[in-house]
């Protein structure tokens, strides 16, 4: 049976004019099919296992770096001299973080504690925990500032009790004392008699209250009400606003709990978290686009007026009494200790800091935080947290250990909170983020491609058969003259 060649044609056409649809209905159908998946995968809920284990047990290892400003003159600084300090470190501990006591609520939100513990890595860092630094003693230097407005016999009487316990303006401890504490007759004596003057019962150090601790009752919403609600903080420790500022504005717990942000981030998006440790919400902005191993990601940094002053920038007067920009205030929080946060080296703080103390070099690779994070789902691919310890110091009469301390905001430590997707989870991600979705862009683009081909190439072959139809026979009109002629002779 011959093959008609014409219909084939057509029905080339119908299929090509089908495909072509199906690829134009998938241009719609498909972004539409990620957002949902990205949706049901961003809501917290036990059900999603993938997402809810990364958001559980965060399995990305995360790693805190120390650096601590080892003091070289204190003998000159009591004497009223420049402070000289060298950066040592970084001595990086293994942070494990996981969830617990998590409670879902019927209002679409999630309870939860997150405990906290550090493991030394010998290998990635500068040194031993043996090794010996020299720093202020806060008990010291910051209780002088404190004290500074008691009447002058209590200040002789708190200067004898420093001398009765030998301690001194400066101390010189190994990195794990000044790090997870160390035995102090002051301590205990002050625990004894003055029970909650300290942060901690048992021995003093900078992160003492940090390792096996939790970060406090954090309430956050699951998404499921709305998913741009996911992950920002209903209530943290059964309060919706702080107490420690003076503003409302300032006492306002934004943002999320700092682990994950709602999906669907443009670049006019900003980052807003509730930091426990700073004891206030912080907000960081957009800066630039880049790739980590092929998948798109949104650079977050700190505002140059994140610790301005409200001289420079009104709405942080809340955070006064405040000292030069570059500086956060939080003796509030601290048991009034005069402590300050800032950027590490001073960074994007006024540049007279640096003029106090000899040894700072700023930089913004070095010393500036950063958020990579991922604009379409909200995960986080690299982050790198970096802020500063300062101490307040200066001389106090009466206080005789405070020497002719001249007055300066002192660094004393810096550290840096890092980690990044990788391994598995990061093949996972670069699987459903960046290869499925190029598939489907592929797919639907080469179903329009394949369409309008197979219907030019149906429109070329049809016109072509109509063509040849039209065309007569070669040699169909050469003898009709003649068979004219027989007819007529037969007629006759």
Not at 130 to 139: A, E, G, K, Q, R
């Amino acid at each position: 049976m011959a093959i008609d060649k014409s219909k084939v044609a057509v029905g080339f056409m119908v299929a090509g004019t089908l495909t072509v649809i199906f690829g134009t209905i998938l241009t719609f159908v498909g972004p539409a099919i990620m957002h949902d998946q990205i949706i049901k995968n961003t809501v917290i809920d036990p059900s999603n296992e993938l997402s809810y284990t990364m958001w559980k047990d965060i399995p990305v290892p995360f790693f805190m770096s120390v650096y601590f400003f080892n003091v070289l003159n204190p003998q000159e600084i009591l004497k009223g001299e420049k402070p000289m300090v060298e950066q040592k470190g970084p001595y990086v501990y293994r942070k494990r973080c996981q969830k617990d006591n998590i409670t879902f609520h019927p209002n679409d939100t999630v309870s939860y504690k997150e405990y906290r513990t550090y493991y030394f890595e010998p290998s990635m860092s500068a040194g031993d925990e043996s090794d010996v630094v020299t720093i202020p003693n806060m008990l010291v230097l910051g209780a002088a500032v404190m004290m500074e407005k008691l009447p002058y016999a209590v200040r002789l009487m708190i200067s004898a009790t420093f001398k009765t316990f030998k301690e001194g303006p400066f101390l010189t401890k190994t990195v794990g004392e000044l790090m997870w504490g160390y035995d102090s007759g002051l301590v205990d004596f002050l625990n004894k008699y003055l029970p909650g003057m300290l942060p901690s019962s048992g021995k003093f150090g900078l992160f003492a209250e940090f390792n096996n601790s939790n970060t406090g009752l954090f309430t956050i919403f699951t998404g499921k009400d709305d998913i741009r609600n996911v992950h920002k903080v209903d209530s943290w420790n059964g309060l919706t606003e702080l107490n420690y500022w003076r503003t409302p504005q300032c006492n306002m717990i934004n943002g999320t709990a700092g682990q994950m942000w709602p999906p669907f981030m443009t670049k006019e998006t900003t980052l807003p978290f509730y930091s426990p440790d700073a004891c206030r919400s912080m907000e960081l902005v957009y800066q630039r686009p880049g790739k980590m191993k092929g998948i798109p990601y949104y650079r977050y940094v700190a505002p140059t007026t994140l610790f301005a002053n409200g001289t420079e920038y009104a709405p942080n007067e809340g955070f006064c009494p405040c000292r030069q920009s570059g500086l956060l205030n939080v003796s509030s929080c601290r048991h009034n200790s005069p402590v300050f946060i800032s950027h590490p080296h001073f960074f994007n703080a006024d540049p007279v800091l640096l003029d106090y103390v000899q040894g700072l070099h700023p930089s913004e690779d070095d010393h500036g935080l950063f958020i990579d994070i991922h604009p379409q789902t909200g995960v986080p691919l690299n982050v790198s947290i970096r802020l500063q310890l300062n101490l307040y110091m200066k001389s106090v009469s009466g206080i005789t250990e405070t020497g002719k301390i001249s007055e300066v905001v002192m660094p004393m430590i810096w550290f840096e909170e890092s980690g990044y997707i990788d391994g598995p989870i990061l093949n996972t991600f670069h699987t459903n983020l960046v290869v499925l979705p190029a598939l489907m862009e592929w797919m639907q683009y080469g179903f329009i491609a394949l369409g309008l081909a197979s219907i030019i190439i149906a429109v070329v072959v049809h016109r072509k058969l109509k063509a040849k139809d039209k065309q007569p026979v070669k040699g169909s009109h050469a003898h009709e003259p003649e068979e004219k002629y027989i007819m007529n002779n037969s007629d006759k």
